[in-house]
């Protein structure tokens, strides 16, 4: 199983980014999809989530109104757009999968299936 995040870089505070985390070697649609991000001296933190079909999808407050999570099941990838970002947004950005939402979305890290490579986003101010 490869999960392959792309889309970092470095923006502007107020800009945009898509991240997409493409995976192979799993039944993506089989699997709920997650954004985590780890910023420099924190604790890996939840960002964002997505169900089976995308129907249903899950924010950290910090993001929520900013950020959407969204999927494609045809393409097995799975999209974060990222808008009104800020310094504070600055952090490795990591997808995930697991069968299980819950999993995601209550950080059981000990727990999920597959963790993909990181991809950095820095905002400056």
């Known amino acids: 199983v490869q999960l392959q995040a792309s889309g970092g870089g470095l923006v502007q505070a107020g800009g945009s980014l898509r991240l997409s985390c493409a995976a192979s070697?799993?039944?993506?649609?089989?699997?709920?999809m997650g954004w985590f991000r780890q910023a420099p001296g924190k604790e890996r933190e939840f960002v964002a989530a997505?169900?089976?079909?995308?129907?249903?999808?899950y924010y950290a407050d910090s993001v929520k109104g900013r950020f959407t999570i969204s999927r494609d099941n045809a393409k097995n990838t799975v999209y974060l757009q990222m808008n009104g970002l800020k310094p504070d947004d600055t952090a490795v950005y990591y997808c995930?999968?697991?069968?299980?939402?819950?999993?995601?979305?209550?950080?059981?890290?000990?727990?999920?299936?597959?963790w993909g490579k990181g991809t950095l986003v820095t905002v400056s101010s």
């Open positions: 995930a999968a697991d069968p299980t939402a819950p999993v995601l979305i209550y950080s059981d890290y000990e727990r999920v299936d597959y």
């Open positions: 070697g799993l039944a993506f649609s089989s699997y709920a």
């Open positions: 997505a169900s089976y079909s995308g129907g249903s999808t």
